[in-house]
C-alpha cells in the first residue's frame, strides 16, 4: 500500500510539473507570455482572455496569468519553452514560426492584404484552418490568429519612394522573407527583438525600421524618427500557441471555455487593432515628433512594382494557390 502510494504521488507530481496543474487546488494554471505592452491590440487580447476566464471558470478552475513586454520570455525564445512546458499559451508573431512552418512565410509578403479586414477575412476560411495545422508536426498546436495591422516605413530622415531608401539600415523581425524585401530596395538589416528597438534608434545603429501604427504609438518609437512613409505595405499578425500535450490532457470541458474565449478574446484584439490603427495614427501625427506621409496611387504602384520580385522568390516554396487566395482577400 505504502509502495502503491509512494508511486501514485510521484505521477501526480510528475503531471503537475509538466502540465502546470496545480493538484491540491484543484485548478490549472496557465501561464500567457508575450512581448509588447498591456496597451496594445495584444495586451488589451491576452488581458481580455484573463478576464473571460476568470468571469467563466474563477481562479480555483483555471488560473491565468499574463506576463507582458517579454517579462517571461521573449519572441526568440518562446517556441523552446512552449515545446518545454515551461509556459501554456504565447502568441508569438507568425514570423517566429517561419523557420518550422515555411508556407507561413506567406505573411510577410509585401503588399499582400490590401487590409487587415482582407486578412481576417482570410484566416476565418479554410486557409486559416489549414495554415494553423502547419506547426503541428513540429510539436505545436495552433490556437488561433491575431492581428495588429498594417506595417509602415520610418526613417531618420524624409524619404518616400523605394530608391530613397538605398544603403540605410533598418531593424527587421527574424525573417528571411523581410531581409529580401529590404534588399530589393538595397538597403541592410539587423534582426533583432522589438525591446531593442528604442536603443537601435537612439544609438543610431539603425536609420530606421517597420511597424503597425498602435506599435509605433505605444513603444513610442515614432518620438525618435523624424519621417513615416504611410506605406501599408506589410501585415504584423500573431498566432497564438500552445503544447498539444498540455491542452489535449485538459478535461474536455474546461478545453470548450477556454476555446470559446479565446476566440472571443481574438475578435475582441481584432476590433482594438482596427480602431488603434486610425487613433494612433492621428496621436503620431499630433505628436509632432515626425513627418507622416501618404502615397498617392502612382507612388503605391511604384512601391509595389519593386517589391514584387520578392513574391516571385518565394512562389515555389509558399505555393501560388496560397499567394493567390490570400492577395484576392477582399
Known amino acids: 500500500m505504502r509502495s502503491f502510494a509512494k508511486t501514485l504521488g510521484l505521477i501526480t507530481f510528475s503531471i503537475s510539473m509538466t502540465f502546470s496543474v496545480i493538484v491540491d487546488a484543484s485548478s490549472i494554471k496557465l501561464r500567457f507570455s508575450h512581448n509588447l505592452s498591456e496597451d496594445t491590440p495584444k495586451g488589451q487580447m491576452?488581458?481580455?482572455?484573463?478576464?473571460?476566464?476568470?468571469?467563466?471558470?474563477?481562479d480555483d478552475k483555471v488560473l491565468v496569468?499574463?506576463?507582458?513586454?517579454?517579462s517571461l520570455y521573449d519572441d526568440f525564445q518562446i517556441v523552446d519553452k512552449i515545446l518545454d512546458n515551461s509556459v501554456e499559451i504565447a502568441a508569438p508573431s507568425i514570423s517566429k514560426l517561419m523557420e518550422i512552418a515555411p508556407r507561413l512565410k506567406l505573411f510577410d509578403l509585401p503588399f499582400l492584404f490590401v487590409s487587415p479586414e482582407a486578412a481576417d477575412n482570410f484566416l476565418k476560411g479554410e486557409y486559416g484552418e489549414r495554415l494553423l495545422r502547419l506547426v503541428q508536426r513540429n510539436g505545436l498546436l495552433g490556437l488561433g490568429f491575431l492581428n495588429n495591422g498594417l506595417k509602415q516605413l520610418s526613417t531618420n530622415f524624409p524619404a518616400k519612394l523605394p530608391q530613397d531608401l538605398r544603403s540605410l539600415t533598418f531593424r527587421i523581425k527574424d525573417s528571411d522573407v523581410l531581409q529580401t524585401q529590404f534588399e530589393q530596395l538595397n538597403a541592410y538589416v539587423i534582426r533583432k527583438p522589438i525591446a531593442d528597438i528604442s536603443k537601435l534608434l537612439d544609438s543610431g545603429e539603425i536609420d530606421g525600421q517597420e511597424n503597425t501604427w498602435s506599435n509605433f504609438y505605444a513603444k513610442k518609437?515614432?518620438?525618435?524618427?523624424?519621417?513615416?512613409?504611410?506605406?501599408?505595405?506589410?501585415?504584423?499578425?500573431?498566432?497564438?500557441?500552445?503544447?498539444?500535450?498540455?491542452?489535449n490532457e485538459l478535461p474536455s470541458?474546461?478545453?470548450?471555455?477556454?476555446e470559446q474565449s479565446l476566440s472571443d478574446a481574438i475578435e475582441y484584439g481584432n476590433l482594438i487593432a482596427a480602431k488603434r490603427d486610425i487613433s494612433d495614427k492621428k496621436k503620431?501625427?499630433?505628436?509632432?515628433?515626425?513627418?507622416?506621409?501618404t502615397l498617392s496611387n502612382e507612388e503605391r504602384k511604384l512601391w509595389v512594382d519593386t517589391l514584387r520580385p520578392v513574391?516571385?522568390?518565394?512562389?515555389d516554396l509558399i505555393g501560388s494557390d496560397l499567394i493567390n487566395a490570400a492577395a484576392s482577400s477582399r
Not at 503620431?284 to 506621409?293: E, H, K, S
Open 65 to 70: 496569468e499574463v506576463y507582458p513586454n517579454s
Open 253 to 258: 470541458d474546461i478545453r470548450t471555455v477556454l
Open 221 to 247: 518609437f515614432y518620438k525618435y524618427q523624424k519621417n513615416i512613409i504611410e506605406s501599408n505595405h506589410g501585415y504584423l499578425g500573431y498566432m497564438l500557441i500552445t503544447n498539444p500535450s498540455f491542452w
Open 311 to 315: 513574391w516571385k522568390k518565394y512562389e
Open 284 to 293: 503620431v501625427i499630433n505628436g509632432g515628433f515626425t513627418l507622416v506621409q
Open 46 to 58: 491576452a488581458t481580455h482572455f484573463q478576464a473571460l476566464i476568470k468571469q467563466r471558470l474563477g
